[in-house]
């Protein structure tokens, strides 16, 4: 199926509740935004006593060294980063927390990248001289030092260093740097109001579309879980830690750096307090800097009957450990998706569907051009939010798949610049088969933004440069420009629409009434 490029002629309309969480983008943007000269270096050692006084001894974690590996100085080191949960029910009972996130970080200036991992903390493993629990039982059984050893028992990876989040940390260390730009999938909404304690969780209200996030809803974006799976929600942090990272360069971090290092002292524990164990770390980082960040997701776990724990193969563990250890570029590191009944019947009629119409379509998509047409009428004469560019929908969709209306929204993406007015945009939101798995089409005047850098590649697709931003293999993102506007289809969390179906999408974007 091929789509011609159109005119630009007008169209004719036919937290109060969760206390701590752990997330290690802030590390990762003080350790990987740029390369730092030596004579940065010299004079960040200067302001180190800063972090630790900061901290003082009472946020150093003791007894852990004996679970920590030893690396020689400069080599390459994995950092585990862990914040706890404790819910509003568990603080009335004086239950401990246990952790909430569960992220390593590989820094390795040898291998290609530097590396990401989030452990769902649902699944169950062996916790060392407790028997079998959910992995993050752990800490609640016995603070960092046992998290750490069960993740080493699990993964059977070195792990050099332990750092403890506090989300009052990163809330203000995101909105100091300037908080960060998001393409935000699907709206994200819960309130308290009305529920017991025990129903209770993370407020939130962030709306679907391309955004800026600050500190309360950029931490609410990433601990999300409600109607979530552990693996959406790890897919949700490293969207948010990629960006982070390329977003906030090394001149904001550096010229804030006594600020940042306030911060990070109060609202963290680690066992790295020393000037020399810093120090070393940072040069690392520095000499990392240069390498992107590749995450890697767990593959799909399966229920435990009787329960709410996952499980996952020993053989998968095995895999998964080896790409963290690497760094070497793959197909794919995404999860698959889990599919309920629904959605297979769903998609079983969707396919009949596709049969009878236009045989060009590709694999796993079909033609859905008046639902599309649909939500961008809607768009482009939206009397509140007017758009003076044109509207673009997509004519194929994803088997089995469904816009959500009452996402689909026209809106203004606000500027770091107060004085400013902003960028006209719209969003337009698919929900794809399985768990929190949505796509969409944004479009906007702000051409420049952030998300926008550094394409991995471009194609030209019937008229049309798509530029391509691939991550593991898939692409995760497919853009195009015209003289007023740009357009993007964004993929799920867990990158669910192949290379082709994106592409084919993207090419399939059109205007009402063409």
């Given at each position: 199926?091929?789509?011609?490029?159109?005119?630009?002629?007008?169209?004719?309309?036919?937290?109060?509740?969760?206390?701590?969480?752990?997330?290690?983008?802030?590390?990762?943007?003080?350790?990987?935004?740029?390369?730092?000269?030596?004579?940065?270096?010299?004079?960040?050692?200067?302001?180190?006593t800063?972090?630790?006084?900061?901290?003082?001894?009472?946020?150093?974690?003791?007894?852990?060294?004996?679970?920590?590996?030893?690396?020689?100085?400069?080599?390459?080191?994995?950092?585990?980063?862990?914040?706890?949960?404790?819910?509003?029910?568990?603080?009335?009972?004086?239950?401990?927390?246990?952790?909430?996130?569960?992220?390593?970080?590989?820094?390795?200036?040898?291998?290609?990248?530097?590396?990401?991992?989030?452990?769902?903390?649902?699944?169950?493993?062996?916790?060392?001289?407790?028997?079998?629990?959910?992995?993050?039982?752990?800490?609640?059984?016995?603070?960092?030092?046992?998290?750490?050893?069960?993740?080493?028992?699990?993964?059977?990876?070195?792990?050099?260093?332990?750092?403890?989040?506090?989300?009052?940390?990163?809330?203000?260390?995101?909105?100091?740097?300037?908080?960060?730009?998001?393409?935000?999938?699907?709206?994200?909404?819960?309130?308290?109001?009305?529920?017991?304690?025990?129903?209770?969780?993370?407020?939130?209200?962030?709306?679907?579309?391309?955004?800026?996030?600050?500190?309360?809803?950029?931490?609410?974006?990433?601990?999300?879980?409600?109607?979530?799976?552990?693996?959406?929600?790890?897919?949700?942090?490293?969207?948010?830690?990629?960006?982070?990272?390329d977003?906030?360069?090394?001149?904001?971090?550096?010229s804030?750096?006594?600020?940042?290092?306030?911060?990070?002292?109060?609202?963290?524990?680690?066992?790295?307090?020393?000037?020399?164990?810093?120090?070393?770390?940072?040069?690392?980082?520095?000499?990392?800097?240069?390498?992107?960040?590749?995450?890697?997701?767990?593959?799909?776990?399966?229920?435990?009957?009787?329960?709410?724990?996952?499980?996952?193969?020993?053989?998968?563990?095995?895999?998964?450990a080896?790409?963290?250890?690497?760094?070497?570029?793959?197909?794919?590191?995404?999860?698959?998706?889990?599919?309920?009944?629904?959605?297979?019947?769903?998609?079983?009629?969707?396919?009949?569907?596709?049969?009878?119409?236009n045989?060009?379509?590709?694999?796993?998509?079909?033609?859905?051009?008046?639902?599309g047409?649909?939500?961008?009428?809607?768009?482009?004469?939206?009397?509140?939010?007017?758009?003076?560019?044109?509207?673009?929908?997509?004519?194929?969709?994803?088997?089995?798949?469904?816009?959500?209306?009452?996402?689909?929204?026209?809106?203004?993406?606000?500027?770091?610049?107060?004085?400013?007015?902003?960028?006209?945009?719209?969003?337009?939101?698919?929900?794809?088969?399985?768990?929190?798995?949505?796509?969409?089409?944004?479009?906007?005047?702000?051409?420049?933004?952030?998300?926008?850098?550094?394409?991995?590649s471009t194609?030209?697709v019937?008229?049309?440069?798509?530029?391509?931003?691939?991550?593991?293999?898939?692409?995760r993102?497919?853009?195009w420009?015209?003289?007023?506007?740009?357009?993007w289809?964004?993929?799920?969390?867990l990158?669910?629409?192949?290379?082709?179906?994106?592409?084919?999408?993207?090419?399939?974007?059109?205007?009402?009434?063409?």
């Open positions: 199926m091929s789509v011609a490029v159109d005119s630009e002629k007008p169209p004719r309309p036919g937290l109060s509740v969760v206390k701590r969480m752990a997330l290690a983008a802030l590390i990762i943007m003080l350790s990987t935004a740029a390369a730092v000269a030596t004579a940065a270096l010299l004079e960040i050692k200067d302001d180190v800063i972090f630790i006084r900061a901290g003082g001894v009472h946020n150093r974690i003791k007894n852990v060294e004996g679970a920590l590996d030893n690396v020689s100085a400069g080599g390459p080191q994995t950092i585990l980063v862990l914040g706890s949960d404790r819910r509003f029910i568990d603080k009335k009972t004086g239950a401990p927390a246990r952790s909430d996130t569960m992220l390593l970080i590989r820094l390795d200036p040898s291998k290609a990248a530097t590396t990401v991992m989030s452990v769902p903390r649902d699944l169950r493993v062996q916790i060392p001289g407790h028997g079998m629990g959910k992995i993050n039982q752990a800490y609640e059984q016995g603070g960092p030092v046992l998290a750490v050893k069960t993740v080493r028992n699990l993964l059977h990876i070195p792990i050099s260093h332990v750092v403890n989040v506090n989300f009052g940390g990163f809330q203000r260390a995101v909105d100091r740097l300037g908080c960060v730009y998001m393409d935000v999938d699907r709206t994200y909404y819960h309130s308290n109001a009305g529920l017991p304690p025990s129903a209770q969780y993370s407020e939130i209200n962030v709306k679907a579309g391309y955004q800026r996030l600050c500190g309360e809803n950029a931490l609410a974006f990433v601990r999300f879980r409600h109607a979530d799976s552990d693996l959406v929600r790890a897919a949700r942090q490293q969207d948010f830690l990629r960006e982070a990272k977003q906030i360069g090394v001149n904001k971090i550096f804030d750096r006594k600020t940042l290092l306030k911060i990070f002292g109060r609202y963290t524990q680690t066992d790295i307090g020393t000037e020399a164990a810093i120090l070393r770390l940072l040069k690392l980082a520095v000499q990392s800097a240069s390498n992107p960040v590749q995450q890697i997701q767990f593959e799909p776990v399966s229920d435990i009957p009787g329960s709410s724990d996952l499980a996952i193969a020993p053989a998968t563990l095995q895999r998964l080896r790409q963290f250890m690497d760094a070497k570029s793959t197909k794919s590191t995404r999860a698959k998706v889990k599919k309920t009944a629904s959605d297979k019947a769903r998609e079983k009629r969707q396919k009949k569907q596709k049969r009878r119409s045989s060009s379509v590709p694999a796993g998509l079909f033609l859905a051009q008046q639902g047409e649909d939500q961008a009428v809607r768009l482009a004469t939206d009397p509140k939010h007017p758009l003076s560019f044109p509207v673009y929908y997509p004519k194929l969709a994803v088997l089995g798949s469904t816009y959500v209306t009452s996402d689909n929204r026209a809106y203004r993406i606000l500027d770091r610049d107060p004085k400013k007015k902003g960028h006209e945009a719209y969003r337009i939101v698919a929900s794809a088969p399985g768990i929190g798995q949505y796509y969409g089409v944004e479009g906007t005047t702000w051409k420049d933004a952030p998300i926008l850098g550094s394409p991995t194609k030209k019937n008229g049309r440069t798509l530029k391509l931003y691939g991550d593991g293999g898939r692409l993102l497919v853009a420009s015209t003289p007023r506007a740009v357009y289809v964004s993929n799920t969390l990158q669910s629409l192949t290379n082709g179906q994106m592409i084919a999408i993207a090419d399939s974007l059109t205007r009402p009434g063409s």
